[in-house]
Nanobody, 123 residues
């Protein structure tokens, strides 16, 4: 299993930007697809963005498409989520999760999770 640690969250005004990082331990990081999920207060965890192990495939939730960009640097064992044009509805705890065997947007298919990082967007 890979160990994941998120960072980069914080408080930002609407329209601002943040970059989240997901740092991983383990020599096989490049074999894992990584997905960012988020959970707002009182709501279920939802898919935000995903990237394949090679970085060649990405996908986004409709709610973040065109504003968020996911990318990875396998040499640094890291995946990033660049979040631009932030809205108050983006306020949530953001989690990264890793899995082998292809990308997924289904949280139940992931074994490795980070502890989460809080993103708060003020309007």
């Amino acid at each position: 299993q890979v160990q994941l640690v998120e960072s980069g969250g914080g408080l930002v005004q609407a329209g601002g930007s943040l970059r989240l990082s997901c740092a991983a331990s383990g020599r096989t990081f490049s074999s894992y697809s990584i997905t960012w999920f988020r959970q707002a207060p009182g709501k279920e965890r939802e898919f935000a963005a995903t990237i394949s192990s090679s970085g060649g495939t990405t996908a986004y939730a409709n709610s973040v498409k065109g504003r968020f960009t996911i990318y990875r640097d396998n040499a640094k064992n890291a995946v990033y989520l660049q979040m631009d044009s932030l809205k108050s509805e983006d306020t949530a705890v953001y989690y990264c999760a890793a899995r082998l065997n292809g990308v997924s947007i289904d949280a139940s298919k992931f074994d490795s999770w980070g502890q989460g990082t809080q993103v708060s967007v003020s309007s």
